[in-house]
């Protein structure tokens, strides 16, 4: 499903982009997951999660190697392309949850389906599947303002989810919530994983959190490493 | 240097992040200041110059016994140079004089030379010549001024031709007065002359008076009055200086205010800036309350940053504003081209006190734009605004009592008469209702955009239609059901209606200066073309002949002899033909003449020539002559319909009979119409000035042009037109006199449209996370900025349907209450549809452009980042 091969990354050392020397961020970093695997990432801060979270979404490119999502290289395509791609086969889960605001709850799960063209019927019915999944069916109609934390990750899962990607990046999305509300969204995650066979990333500080993955990936300077195995 | 950190975090700072925010809001203020400087200086330079004219012609006199319409017997002379108190006296005859060889006119005054050189001691060479010769100057001699010497190009020898009926003398030129006798156009010549030339035997138009030291001006004012019949008055020089300054006054200061909506709109532009900084700033504010500074700490901060947009834009305004003035000036004249002023020839010079006013105007409009904002910031709730998510702040807020305590203070404001003859009080109604507009926009702005969400976008109306409903929604989603367009399509017009609905406070930030300025534009727009197509209707009204023929005009030394008019009566090709005589007649009691057009007139066909408003109800009494008042008499003398007044026209004293009020958009300080019968009977004046002609219906109205050139004399100047020719004329006066206007709003709405960019470029940077998140959900760039454009054109849209509505209203104060209180004349309502419609499309379609222009950083690549700081 999902295959990083090799991948290098580097940016300017100074600020500026002027050429000069480079800081190398990522180094032959590899990487492959099957349909329905959900791996966590962890790594001290600057290890380069988050460039490696970008280069997989299509943000940003790699100065070496290739990335395959779904058998498709996306080194080679350009933004438009990217972008529809990102648009059909990812889902996203943010630390801050980035709902919004002014879109009720099931507008923001709605979201992606009405991106990806789904008729507004079967939206409404995708929709209600996932309002019930994430337990939100009675706070459809409320504004993201009016939810605790908690409930607004809930949404930013099951937004992730609507549209059947086949690949979810999730950022610290334990980051802001506290431990209770946290177990609460890191099992829903990964039920709902599990349950549409997509493949996961979840890039996380926190063991508890990555002990909810298949797999936990240590990120250093000298790439991927496995570090333990939680099933 | 090491500033105080809270100085640096909440004034500079800003200024350093956002300069081109701050610079706008800038910019702004200077074009308020500077529009508003650059008009005073110009109308205060006018104004300078026209009463220092007045003022000229008077020399060293401290009164001035003035003649009236009909001037003042001779006889009366002696009388005054005999009054205890008086210890000097010159008399003077004053001629608007017709120049022969060109159009216009020059004031001839008629002085005894060793008399007036007592009062002009510029004019101690008029005596000595006087002296050498036979004690007085010598006749068809002129003595012109150094500003008509220059205009006309005159020097000692060179003619002065003027016309005297449709006959033309030449007055050769004595000499070059010094320029500090006359300020304006003018000619000395002998008084006798003077009213031998004129027709004016045995009269005088006034006669100056230096009174004894410690005599006491209103002593012997008191004594001259009492000696004096009542059509004669006394007046002060600087009351005529007043008087010369009076009528431009009313355009004068309806200018000011129009450029000084600038500065208003700028207010509001600082308003925008500073509140869209506090709620951005929200967690910073918070988090500085939370380390220590205090609330009053924070309110000063707020106030010091606007103080300093206000400094910088009012230095930069006046230096604007001065430059523009001297331009303005140089280029159209001290009335901007109105025409108001076309005799004097505006000096320049910037006082130090109008630079503070306009100054302290551009600082003021800043702190005011900028009180609520900083309020607001010190009232910022900490524990909350440090929370993440905090966006309680951009939820709009009513204020039910202050809008409607606005909105009664305004409607109070129209039932005050004017102060100081000026609609000091309509300007007070207009500012308030668009306060009042303002602070209902949040509210209007969340129920329209949840209504067009509910109409435009399908998940609103499918959702609606789980509900009960009517049929009204049934049918709006069976439209949306047939739409071809995509749900990513209704997905951007539903994220960027929700978010304006949600975020109507930030929405109206962004629109109140375009509301302010469009809804101005508005109701300028409906005011002029109400007056103009009123203008035009009462041109055809006024004019139903096929030609007319004019010769001189109210005091002035050219007319048509009856017998020449006759003659053009009976020229092949005429119907027939009706007189106009314009003269002059006295009101006891008012220092002011009013203009009597005196006309062949049907008494129960008045109305089919005039524009009547009003009509008598009661019966005129045998012994009155039946007059019609303009409604600028009406107003300035209040003087209605079916009144009997006592007039002094001729030098005789008639009653007459108020049969109607008419609108007259030409004479601005009152003039009566009466039957010629009736003023020649009155005044055995029997002189034409102008003949109207009706062609019979197969003669060719150029051949009958071509006879009445041939009929008049060919050095003689008169105005030979069709009624088409003369409405060309009119309007295009009219539209020469407006052009300045539209310049001022075309600048109003541009600083409106600064609100909106610098209001957009705000909210991309408070909702970066926001569209960083759309990004990676698949949002293409094209699509965010389709989005920023329609949320633009959404804003651009609601800023043109509030300004409408509320121009509308602002167009009603204008032509029922500004206008009549200024000018004294009625106009009907007209509303210009098409220049609205494509104003309107032309300001949504710029409000989106300038919407993705602004917010082309939520298109960048940067935008992603926002994200990432989770990351």
Known sequence: MLYVDQICKSFPAGAGAQPGPRRPVLSGVTLRLEPGEYVAVMGESGSGKSTLLNLIAGLDTPDAGRIEIDGQDISALDDAARTRLRRSKLGFVFQAFHLLPYLSVERNIALPLALNGVAESDAQRRTEELLQAVGLVERRRAAPRELSGGEMQRVAVARALAHRPKLVLADEPTGNLDAEAAAEVLALLRAQLKRDRAAGVLVTHSVLAASTADRVLRLTRTGLQEATAFA | ?871
């Open chain 2, 1 to 871: 240097m090491r500033l105080n950190p809270l100085i640096d975090a909440a004034v500079l700072g800003p200024m350093r992040s956002s300069p081109g925010r701050i610079g706008l809001a800038v910019l702004a203020i200077a074009l308020g200041v500077a529009l508003g400087l650059a008009v005073h200086l110009i109308n205060r330079s006018a104004a300078d110059e026209i009463s220092a004219a007045a003022r000229s012609l008077y020399g060293l006199a401290d009164l001035s016994v003035q003649g009236g319409s009909e001037g003042l017997d001779e006889r009366f002379y002696p009388l005054i140079a005999r009054t205890q108190g008086v210890q000097a006296v010159s008399p003077i005859v004053e001629v608007q004089a017709r120049y022969a060889d060109r159009r216009g006119a020059i004031d001839l005054i008629g002085a005894d030379p060793f008399r007036v050189n007592r009062f002009q001691p510029a004019l101690a060479s008029l005596a000595n010549v006087a002296a050498e010769g036979p004690g007085v100057l010598e006749r068809d001699v002129v003595y012109v001024s150094a500003a008509a010497a220059r205009e006309l190009g005159l020097q000692r020898g060179d003619a002065l031709r003027i016309q005297i009926g449709l006959d033309v003398a030449a007055f050769k030129v004595g000499g070059v007065l010094p320029a500090a006798a006359f300020r304006e156009r003018a000619g000395v010549i002998d008084i006798a002359d003077a009213q031998q030339r004129f027709g004016k035997l045995g009269k005088l138009s006034r006669v100056d008076v230096r009174i004894e030291p410690g005599a006491g001006v209103e002593r012997v004012r008191e004594r001259l009055r009492a000696l004096l019949p009542a059509s004669a008055s006394v007046a002060t020089p600087g009351g005529a200086a007043d008087d010369a300054l009076r009528l431009s006054r009313a355009y004068r200061s309806n200018l000011t205010a129009l450029a000084l909506v600038a500065l208003f709109t700028g207010g509001f532009f600082v308003y925008s800036t500073q509140a869209l900084f506090v709620l951005r700033r929200r967690r910073e504010f918070a988090v500085l309350h939370a380390l220590g500074v205090t609330r009053a700490q924070q309110l000063g901060s707020v106030l010091a940053g606007s103080v300093l947009m206000g400094a910088l834009g009012a230095l930069l305004g006046c230096a604007i504003g001065v430059a523009a003035a001297r331009f303005g000036l140089a280029r159209l004249g001290g009335d901007l081209g109105a025409g108001y002023f076309s005799a004097s020839a505006s000096a320049f010079e910037v006082r130090a006190a109008e630079l503070v006013v306009f100054a302290a105007l551009g600082v003021a409009a800043a702190i005011t734009g900028a009180v609520r904002p900083a309020l607001e910031a010190a009232r910022i709730p900490t524990a909350n605004a440090l929370k993440a998510g905090d966006v309680a702040s951009a939820q709009a807020r009513a204020h039910p009592v202050f809008i409607l305590v606005t909105a009664l203070l305004a409607g109070a404001a129209l039932l005050a008469p004017p102060i100081a003859d000026l609609p000091l009080p309509g300007y007070a109604a207009i500012a308030l209702l668009l306060i009042a507009t303002v602070a209902a926009t949040p509210v209007m702005v969340r129920i329209i955009a949840t209504r067009a969400l509910r109409v435009f976008t399908p998940a609103h109306s499918v959702a609606r239609l789980t509900r009960p409903s009517g049929a009204e929604e049934t049918k709006r989603s069976s439209w949306l059901r047939r739409s071809r367009r995509s749900p990513a399509q209704f997905l951007i017009l539903e994220i960027a209606l929700a978010q304006i609905a949600g975020a109507a406070r930030y929405a109206t930030l962004s629109v109140a200066a375009i509301i302010v300025s469009f809804s101005l534009m508005t109701s300028m727009a409906i005011m002029v073309t109400s007056f103009r197509d009123s203008l035009d209707a009462w041109i055809q009204k006024l004019l139903p002949a096929d030609i007319y023929v004019r010769v001189g005009y109210v005091g002035q030394s050219a007319y048509l002899e009856p017998e020449t008019a006759d003659s053009l009566r009976r020229l092949p090709g005429v119907a027939r033909a009706e007189y106009s005589r314009f003269a002059q007649a006295q009101i006891p009691g008012e220092s002011r003449p009013i203009t009597v057009i005196a006309r062949t007139l049907d008494e129960q066909g008045a109305g089919e020539t005039l524009w009547i408003v009003h009509e008598a109800r009661n019966s005129p009494p045998a012994s009155a002559t039946p007059i019609w008042i303009n409604e600028a008499a009406a107003d300035l003398y209040r003087w209605g319909s079916g009144e009997v007044r006592r007039i002094s026209i001729g030098g005789r004293e008639i009653d007459t009979f108020v049969r109607g009020v008419w609108r007259d958009y030409e004479h601005q300080n009152g003039a009566l119409v009466m039957g010629r019968d009736a003023y020649v009977g009155s005044t055995g004046d029997r002189a034409v000035n102008t003949v109207w002609l009706w062609a019979q219906d197969d003669a060719p109205l150029d051949r009958l042009r071509a006879e009445i050139r041939d009929l008049l004399p060919t050095d003689a100047q008169y105005d030979l037109r069709t009624p088409q020719e003369l409405r060309r004329s009119s309007l295009a006066v009219f539209d020469r006199t407006f052009a300045v206007t539209y310049l001022l709003e075309v600048i109003a709405v541009l600083i409106g449209l600064f609100g909106i960019a610098a209001g957009m470029s705000a909210q991309v940077l408070a909702r970066r996370g926001e569209f960083g998140a759309l990004r990676h959900l698949g949002f293409t760039r094209a699509q965010v900025g389709a989005m920023l454009a329609v949320e633009g054109a959404t804003l651009g849209a609601l800023g043109v349907l509030v300004g409408l509505a509320a121009g509308a209203l602002v167009s009603l104060i204008l032509i029922y209450v500004v206008n009549r209180q200024s000018f004294h004349w009625s106009m009907d309502l007209s509303a210009p549809g098409m220049l609205l419609t494509l104003l309107s499309a032309g300001l949504v379609a710029m409000s989106a452009l300038i919407a993705v222009l602004a917010g082309r950083r939520a298109m960048s690549g940067d935008v992603v980042a926002a994200v990432k700081e989770d990351w």
